[in-house]
């Protein structure tokens, strides 16, 4: 597809909701590729740079560090709250902006965003996610930046949290949502 | 210039420029920000089993795989090449409570005492970077995302699921830090 071409608002929000592969996905809120474009596999080395520059922000600001997430949920510091709620803040904006100026992506398409529909699954799991996170003192994308900084066995961590997944996905029919 | 970059970042300048990500990857590509899906993709491409959820056109889904082993060298590069001599200061409370289970080194993000390849062997060691690790994995997935799908994507997009996401994460997590780990980390 030609990115001079303009790809309509109406066409790309049906493809995001009648798209039976996003439905297959649907449940799993984000963290997905919203873009009906295809390009070469060499394109997503721009991502590679965006997670090298997240992975310094995580390091740098100490969101990977174990104490500052005990800090967190022993209320005995802001740092976290800081992090996380003026990231939240900035995203809010920058997510209006888009909306309100009708921002569209760099090859042209139309930004949309989808509404995510509940489920017990959103309380269950972010219990289980919050026991872990407390434990292991990480998210998904700290433990990757810990690899980084050269704790190694965080490997283990990150097989574990793999496997995990894994488990969510053969037990996925029998759980409540 | 350097000197200050190697000192550890205040909330102010990391956490908006953490928030910036949800544009940025939006304008680059039409991409919600997000981690915990690339754990589904590697179950996708390495040992999907015929399990109806790791059955999906992964090769869409690459860029989150990319986007994560930047992750890993951006850990490399800021510990490489940006870290300062300074050693966590955390509060004295908490330090307080860590020298009584023995946790005393604070020099690193990862505590040295408590993770490690030695205590992979022990219960505590086990409990810690295993057992957490699974629940990390498990229950992202349950949940439908983690910090940054959920509390950063999610509620910047304005999203009600990802709000009940985010509050069962602190929930969880300020149950087994208060609770739990004070009798885990005894062991």
């Given at each position: 597809m030609s990115t001079k071409e303009t790809i309509p608002v109406k066409k790309h929000r049906e493809f995001l909701t009648e798209n039976a592969d996003f439905e297959v996905r649907s449940?799993?809120?984000?963290?997905?590729?919203?873009?009906?474009l295809r390009h070469p596999w060499w394109y997503n080395f721009k991502y590679a740079i965006a997670g090298i520059v997240f992975g310094i922000l995580l390091t740098k600001s100490e969101v990977i560090s174990w104490f500052r997430i005990q800090e967190m949920f022993r209320l005995q510091s802001f740092h976290m709250y800081g992090v996380i709620g003026s990231a939240i803040v900035t995203g809010m904006i920058s997510v209006w902006l888009i909306k309100k100026y009708r921002i569209r992506s760099i090859y042209n398409e139309p930004i949309v965003f989808v509404n995510k529909k509940m489920n017990k699954g959103n309380i269950y799991g972010g219990l289980l996610f919050g026991f872990g996170w407390a434990l292991t003192g990480a998210c998904p994308g700290p433990l990757f930046a810990q690899i980084g900084t050269g704790?190694?066995?965080?490997i283990i961590s990150l097989l574990s949290a793999i496997a995990g997944t894994w488990v969510y996905g053969y037990f996925r029919e029998k759980l409540p949502h | 210039m350097l000197e200050w970059l190697k000192q550890p970042w205040p909330w102010y300048i990391a956490g908006p420029l953490i928030g910036l990500m949800v544009p940025l990857l939006l304008i680059i590509g039409n991409k919600s920000f997000g981690v915990s899906s690339s754990l589904r993709h590697i179950c996708a491409v390495c040992?999907?089993?015929?399990?109806p959820f790791f059955r999906y056109n992964w090769r869409n889904e690459i860029w989150n795989l990319f986007f994560v082993a930047g992750i890993i060298a951006g850990g490399l590069i800021a510990a490489s090449w940006?870290?300062?001599?300074a050693s966590v200061v955390i509060h004295s409370k908490l330090a307080e409570e860590l020298a009584g289970y023995?946790?005393?080194?604070?020099?690193d993000q990862v505590p040295e005492d408590l993770f490690n390849w030695q205590s992979l062997l022990t219960i505590k060691g086990f409990i810690l970077i295993v057992i957490g690790g699974f629940l990390v994995g498990f229950g992202t997935r349950y949940a439908g995302g983690c910090t940054s799908g959920h509390a950063i994507m999610g509620l910047s997009t304005l999203q009600w699921p990802s709000l009940v996401a985010t509050i069962s994460f602190m929930a969880g997590g300020f149950i087994v830090a208060n609770l739990l780990l004070p009798v885990i980390l005894k062991l």
């Open positions: 449940l799993d809120a984000v963290c997905i590729n919203e873009s009906e704790a190694t066995v965080i | 040992i999907p089993a015929n399990i940006l870290s300062g001599p023995g946790v005393t080194n604070i020099r």
